[in-house]
Structures are given as C-alpha cells and as structure tokens.
C-alpha cells in the first residue's frame, strides 16, 4: 500500500520543520520551504531549495494549490471572481474585493453546503466533502498570485459552512494569521455561520478574535424555520443567547448578515422586530449587516424593494446597521453560481 503523503501547506512551520529533519536536512530549510509556498511555489521555482531536497519533499509531500478554472473581472469595479478546480476534480468559488482600506477575499470552507438556506446557491447541489487547511489558504494564495496583489482581509463566507468544517478552519485560523505565514491580523478576518450554536460556543473558547457573522436573515422562529432549516434544531433565542455568550467571552462585536427577500422578511414591522429580538438576546454591541439577495433561479425568490426603508427603522431604534455595498454586479459575485454551472456541463 502507498503511503499517504503529507499535505504541507496544511502544516504549520513547526511540523514542516520536523518533516525537514526526519529527511536528513538542516532545521533552517523549513523557513525557506514554508516562504516559498505561500507565494504558490514548489518544485524547481523553490530556487535557494537543493534539487535533492525537492525530490526528497516530492516523495513525502504533496501541495495542494487551486487552479483558477474560471476568472471573470467586474468592468464596474474591478472585482474578481475565481472558480478554482481542486485536486479531486471539484470546484468552489472565490471573491477579491478591492477597498479604499485594503483588499478583500471571499474563500470558501467546503465543496458545496449541506445547510439548506433556501434562498442560497452553493447549497444547491448539497455538500461533497470539507475543504484541507491547504484548500482554504490555497485560495489566497492563489488569489495574490493572479492578481499581484496583497489580500490584507478575509471573509470566509463564500460556499460551505465554516464551522460545520469547525477543526480545518480553526487550523486554518491559526495557519493564515501567523507570523511566518501570510501574516493576515484575525481582526481583519470574519467568520460567518448559519447559527450552529454548540460549535459558536467552542469558537468562543479558542482564544482567536475574528469577527463572527451570523447569518440571521428573519426576526423569528416562523419566518426563519422557513428559509434556514437550521433553525429548527437552534432557534433564534438559543442562537442570540449564544452570540451573547461569544460577545461576553471574547470581547468581540458580532455581525448579524440578513439577506432582504421580498414578501418574507422585509416589512417595516418586521425591523422594529428585528431590532426587539436582538436587544433583548445581544447585551454587547451588534452591528446589522443588510443584504439585497441575489436571485437565484431556481430559489423564485425576488429581492425587496424596502431595502432603504428597513436599514432606517433600525437605525432610528438604536441598531447599528448598514446596507453591504454590492460589488461585481456585473459578474454576479456572489458565491455558488460559477461552481453550479461547471458541474451542470458535467
């Protein structure tokens, strides 16, 4: 039986650094291996690595980098969306975003999503398989690589659920932010969730302040049991008293992502709602992350035309909340469409 190789940008430089001397070689080549990898590297590009020693990581290693499959560049403002093949065939989607404080990338944490949310693409077609350590910081990498260009923030709320793949994105918290590798501050990466509490409560105790971004969607138990099946196993009470928990743990303001769909959720009333249920549950500061929807075909679901007038009750009721900025509008940016289309030639 082969043996299985190691996934080494799945590692962090201590492991590397074991691997390195296990083959024979001085401790110090781990440090110029792990550098070269972050800049999407290996083989011969690793110019300053012995060509003995690039055999030896061949026979023992693999690295795993996304190909882009698909890139399409917004005209409007210059935003990127990659459709990245895997090493198994499959595909996920990324998103580089440029801001006056810096650029963005949307990443996604597995192939596909099992969370149901009705109004969403990515979970269309159900979940295949989680996404490595390597996969999640392939994407950045990948990413600077194409562009040029330094990702200075990261979101991770492209396909899949990130805490539903709870132990690799942890490694990849961990792997992504320190000082050896891409350097990203956690200040500066979201998390976002559909409201699994038990793995909110376990991200609270890991000591890493991201910012979490639950992906809320409805003022009650009624309005979101029908658009997020996950509700019906956490409702809105027990996952507010858990994103309160977080707040108290970890010092952290929590974003709520709600998604305005017309006829379900966008009413006036259904903001002064909205703003009842987060005071009563969330004691810390919050903010209100408002998001037109994005049509998708198959969903029949339209967005509201309240958009302005929603943001305003909350804002009149005491509740932080802004309207995200669509980029890439020209290129549909958001995540699930490319990946969905791929697999619909297959």
Same mark, same amino acid.
């Given at each position: 039986?082969?043996? =299985?190789?190691?996934?080494? $940008?799945?590692? !962090?430089?201590?492991?590397?650094?074991?691997?390195?001397?296990?083959?024979?070689?001085?401790?110090?080549?781990?440090?110029?291996?792990?550098?070269? %990898?972050?800049?999407?590297?290996?083989?011969?590009? %690793?110019?300053?690595? !012995?060509? @003995?020693?690039?055999?030896?990581?061949?026979?023992?290693?693999?690295?795993?980098? !996304?190909?882009?499959?698909?890139?399409?560049?917004?005209?409007?403002?210059?935003?990127? =969306?990659?459709?990245?093949?895997?090493?198994?065939?499959?595909?996920?989607?990324?998103?580089? %975003?440029?801001?006056?404080?810096?650029?963005?990338?949307?990443?996604? @944490?597995?192939?596909?999503?099992?969370?149901?949310?009705?109004?969403?693409?990515?979970?269309?077609?159900?979940?295949?398989?989680?996404?490595? !350590? @390597?996969?999640?910081?392939?994407?950045?990498?990948?990413?600077?690589?194409?562009?040029?260009?330094?990702?200075?923030?990261?979101?991770?709320?492209?396909?899949?659920?990130?805490?539903?793949?709870?132990?690799?994105?942890?490694?990849?918290?961990? $792997?992504?932010?320190?000082?050896?590798?891409?350097?990203?501050?956690?200040?500066?990466?979201?998390?976002?969730?559909?409201?699994?509490?038990?793995?909110?409560?376990? %991200?609270?105790?890991?000591?890493?302040?991201?910012?979490?971004?639950? @992906?809320?969607?409805?003022?009650?138990?009624?309005?979101?049991?029908?658009?997020?099946?996950?509700?019906?196993?956490?409702?809105?009470?027990?996952?507010?008293?858990?994103?309160?928990?977080?707040?108290?743990?970890?010092?952290?303001?929590?974003?709520?992502?709600?998604?305005?769909?017309?006829?379900?959720?966008?009413?006036?009333?259904?903001?002064?709602?909205?703003?009842?249920?987060?005071?009563?549950?969330?004691?810390?500061?919050?903010?209100?992350?408002?998001?037109?929807?994005?049509?998708?075909?198959?969903?029949?679901?339209?967005?509201?035309?309240?958009?302005?007038?929603?943001?305003?009750? $909350?804002?009149?009721?005491?509740?932080?909340?802004?309207?995200?900025?669509?980029?890439?509008?020209?290129?549909?940016?958001?995540?699930?469409?490319?990946?969905?289309?791929?697999?619909?030639?297959?």
């Amino acid at each position: 039986m082969e043996n =299985k190789k190691y996934d080494i $940008l799945s590692l !962090p430089l201590s492991e590397i650094e074991r691997i390195v001397i296990e083959l024979g070689e001085p401790k110090f080549r781990a440090k110029q291996i792990f550098g070269w %990898m972050l800049k999407g590297m290996w083989g011969e590009e %690793m110019r300053n690595i !012995p060509l @003995s020693l690039q055999k030896k990581l061949d026979d023992v290693c693999e690295f795993r980098l !996304p190909k882009v499959k698909r890139k399409l560049v917004s005209k409007i403002d210059g935003t990127v =969306k990659y459709l990245f093949e895997l090493i198994d065939g499959e595909y996920i989607e990324s998103v580089f %975003m440029r801001y006056e404080h810096g650029n963005t990338l949307c990443i996604s @944490s597995q192939v596909g999503c099992r969370m149901g949310c009705k109004f969403c693409a990515s979970t269309l077609l159900g979940r295949v398989r989680d996404l490595t !350590p @390597s996969e999640m910081l392939g994407q950045i990498i990948a990413a600077q690589r194409d562009t040029g260009e330094r990702v200075s923030n990261v979101v991770m709320m492209g396909i899949g659920e990130p805490l539903d793949n709870y132990d690799n994105t942890v490694s990849f918290l961990k $792997l992504v932010s320190s000082d050896e590798g891409l350097n990203i501050g956690l200040r500066h990466i979201s998390v976002s969730t559909c409201g699994l509490v038990p793995k909110i409560d376990q %991200m609270a105790s890991e000591g890493l302040p991201i910012t979490l971004s639950v @992906s809320l969607h409805a003022y009650d138990n009624e309005v979101r049991s029908g658009i997020m099946p996950v509700n019906n196993k956490y409702p809105i009470e027990e996952l507010l008293s858990a994103c309160n928990r977080y707040f108290v743990r970890t010092g952290r303001r929590i974003s709520f992502e709600y998604t305005l769909i017309a006829g379900k959720n966008d009413t006036v009333e259904g903001a002064a709602r909205l703003a009842s249920v987060l005071k009563k549950y969330v004691h810390g500061t919050c903010h209100v992350n408002l998001i037109p929807l994005n049509e998708v075909e198959e969903t029949r679901l339209e967005t509201s035309k309240n958009v302005n007038a929603f943001k305003n009750k $909350l804002v009149s009721l005491g509740i932080n909340a802004t309207v995200r900025r669509k980029l890439g509008s020209d290129i549909n940016a958001s995540c699930g469409q490319l990946r969905r289309q791929e697999k619909g030639k297959n």
